[in-house]
């Protein structure tokens, strides 16, 4: 029931103080025509509603949240409490860089260490997701070459096995994408990777490890042959969480970079975030980074770079989201990152070891942060796709795995423990996907009408993209 | 798997037919029943050029957007934009939704006969 649903005439509460100033009327032309139709509901019920709304839902707070490549760890509730502190949440933005020198230094630390993660110069936390970081990044690319008069470059070489963000912030940075297809081992065709470099390649973008949980062992390869032709590299830090503190995307060869905070450095997916996607970059791009960094010794202030491309978000990004990084980093200092990377490994091979047993493995060979399982042969077998599977495991309380993708695996589940889950989850998760297999072979039809536990069984999914019903209608 | 006679077919299943001098394109049965039920097509329009091996028009399924390739490069003399409205047309239909048709026809790929599809995708499913 919707919360516009409960609402009663009268009823209703004042969150507001009474107003202190002379009230003024809107011109006649500027003022509504109708009353805004905002619910009438006692604090009681509105308390209700979100809590029953929060027991609909599955978070990381609830069970296991395998999502792939979206790093779905858990957010350590100490985060909060420093992004809560007064010092961080009763100021503005406009305020005196003197009276802010706190906040000015959280930006400044959470840089540096950032920076030393991926062995960057700089880096903006003004973008607040990650495909926000991949405009930026390409914005800085652009940037880069216009200003040594280099016009002709107009494509960006993106793998068949990158996220769909990657062409789409291309195709938005004004660039037409050139597609290079992956090798039966799962990483970049290097014989076509050369033929499609050239003067008129902009640059490469690139996870590693990538989307299929395989870290590309030719990467120093990959990268000189961007740079042999005039290109940059650009490194989507998607899958970060699995290499940190063992290599660093500025070693590989990497101009450029993005992190996604709300992945890597745990802060909060939920409600749409908000994110952060934080863009580093060597010296030679800081030049171009959007306004504002934090300079200074003693005395930190905002600095805008000189060949600036602009604002990309309004003052310093999610500040706070960076306050919750920022602790993040602190707490678990220099070994524990690597060490939280070391982990999420060995849950992801673990896990996948335990389950290829029945399930076939797109690519057999020990993987990184994630595994592809290719549910073709079971969907042959019994009828049971990707999605079926998918949908037993919310009857059994598990987030289920990324489907459908990565493109090129076919009926792709996508499985991405993270370093935060115990064996016993992990265990839990294995006994779960080991038996919704053996229900495929025994009682398919059970798995096509999965999930009756939850507070809807399942939808339909073509009817809803077919006749969306998009907006919510009010009674006259 | 249905195919049908009279049409030529391309390695990224497609199918090709030429009529009163225009190549009309569409997609295979195997293609729709691979993609699963479509809720989104997005077309070229009348008049815009198309380059034989590029993708000239996408596909939307609940799984995934897939590109349709040209199989002939030449200017769009017709677009069915009923499928705009109804795509699940592709799917009921394959052979009779087409999506465009194609004039002034300079390039074209090597196309197979519904035999040599059928041979094709039988060594891709393997």
């Keep these: ?476 | 798997m249905k195919l049908e006679q009279g049409v030529l077919y391309t390695k990224s299943h497609e199918w090709v037919k030429e009529e009163d001098g225009a190549f009309v394109i569409g997609l295979t049965d195997y293609a729709q029943s691979e993609l699963g039920d479509l809720v989104f097509v997005n077309l070229p329009e009348e008049g815009d050029e198309i380059t034989v091996g590029e993708p000239f028009a996408d596909v939307e399924s609940v799984k995934a957007v897939s590109d349709v390739y040209a199989p002939v490069s030449g200017v769009v003399s017709e677009v069915n934009e009923e499928l705009l409205d109804a795509p699940e047309r592709i799917n009921e239909s394959p052979y009779e939704a087409w999506f465009v048709k194609v004039k002034d026809v300079s390039e074209k790929e090597e196309l197979l006969s519904a035999k040599e599809y059928e041979a094709f995708v039988e060594s891709e499913k393997e």
């Design chain 1, 1 to 476: 029931m919707l919360i516009f649903e409960k609402s009663r005439p009268g009823r209703g509460m004042d969150l507001l103080p009474a107003c202190d100033v002379p009230a003024v009327e809107p011109a006649e032309k500027d003022r509504r025509k109708m009353a805004l139709h905002l619910p009438e509901i006692s604090e009681n019920d509105l308390s209700r509603h979100y809590t029953e709304l929060a027991k609909k839902s599955h978070g990381v707070n609830d069970g296991f949240y395998p999502l792939g490549s979206c790093t779905m760890k858990y957010n350590p509730k100490i985060n909060n409490d420093m992004a809560d502190l007064p010092g961080f949440t009763e100021v503005h933005p406009l305020q005196p860089e003197h009276t802010v020198q706190g906040c000015l230094e959280v930006i400044r630390t959470a840089e540096e260490y950032l920076c030393e993660i991926t062995r960057m110069d700089r880096m903006t936390m003004q973008p607040a997701a990650g495909s926000h970081g991949e405009f930026t990044g390409l914005l800085l690319i652009k940037a880069y070459h216009e200003s040594r008069g280099d016009k002709n470059r107009t494509k960006i070489i993106v793998p068949d096995s990158a996220h769909g963000t990657n062409p789409a912030s291309a195709a938005m940075a004004g660039y037409s994408v050139v597609s290079v297809p992956s090798g039966p081992d799962g990483c970049v065709d290097i014989a076509k990777l050369k033929e499609a470099a050239g003067d008129n390649i902009a640059g490469l973008m690139l996870t590693n490890p990538n989307t299929v949980g395989l870290f590309d062992k030719n990467i120093l390869e990959i990268t000189e042959i961007i740079h042999s032709c005039g290109g940059l590299n650009y490194y989507d830090g998607a899958n970060l969480n699995a290499v940190m503190g063992m290599v660093r995307p500025g070693d590989m060869g990497f101009d450029v970079i993005h992190l996604n905070l709300h992945k890597t450095f745990s802060t909060p997916h939920g409600g749409g975030g908000p994110g952060s996607g934080p863009v580093g970059c060597k010296e030679f791009l800081a030049p171009f980074l959007p306004s504002v960094l934090v300079d200074g010794k003693e005395r930190l202030s905002f600095v805008r770079p000189e060949q600036s491309i602009g604002e990309m978000k309004s003052f310093y990004g999610n500040f706070l989201v960076v306050v919750r990084a920022l602790a993040y980093m602190l707490t678990l200092g220099r070994d524990g990152i690597r060490e939280a990377s070391q982990n999420a490994v060995l849950n992801a091979n673990y896990m996948m070891h335990q389950l290829k047993g029945l399930y076939t493995m797109a690519y057999d060979e020990a993987c990184m942060h994630e595994f592809v399982m290719s549910l073709e042969d079971l969907k042959k077998k019994t009828g049971a796709a990707a999605t079926d599977i998918a949908k037993g495991l919310l009857d059994n309380g598990i987030h289920p795995p990324t489907m459908y993708f990565p493109l090129i695996v076919k009926e792709a589940l996508m499985a991405e423990p993270t370093e935060t889950e115990s064996k016993e989850t992990l265990d839990r998760a294995i006994e779960v996907f080991c038996k919704l297999y053996h229900e495929a072979e025994d009682d398919v039809q059970r798995l096509h009408d999965a999930p009756v536990t939850t507070p809807v069984s399942r939808l339909d999914e073509v009817g809803a993209a077919r006749h969306p019903v998009l907006r919510y209608h009010f009674e006259a």
